[in-house]
């Protein structure tokens, strides 16, 4: 009896192992400890993401701002009492400090 629950205990420790290495596999475990071990890789990686969300917050902004001067030009055009006067010098500011 002793033969057959320890084939038991045997075969549901196995089952576990098995599913804890998928799971470790699916999480990317070893890609982990593989750059906490290399540090310089680490940070190189980083600076490398840092830059592009740099360039790509920049870029933005910039589209952003673009548009937003457009519109506000063409509010200017409508020639909205009011709002356009105001309007008008904040796209003149914006203007002379981009030549």
């Known amino acids: 009896m002793a033969v057959a629950e320890d ?4 075969r549901l420790l196995t089952e576990k192992i ?7 596999e699916k999480m990317r475990l ?12 680490l940070m190189y990686i980083n600076l490398i993401a840092g830059i592009a969300r ?16 457009y519109v506000l030009r ?6 909205l009492p009011g709002i356009g006067r105001f309007i ?3 796209v003149r500011m914006v203007e002379l400090h981009l030549y």
Request: net charge negative; charged share 15%; no cysteine.
């Open 88 to 90: 008008a010098e904040v």
């Open 30 to 41: 070893a890609e982990y400890v593989h750059l906490l071990e290399h540090p310089w890789r």
């Open 7 to 10: 084939k038991t205990v045997i």
């Open 54 to 69: 740099g360039v790509g917050i920049a870029i933005g902004f910039t589209i952003l701002g673009a548009v937003l001067v």
């Open 74 to 79: 063409n509010l200017v055009a409508a020639n």
């Open 18 to 24: 098995e599913r804890l290495s998928v799971a470790m």
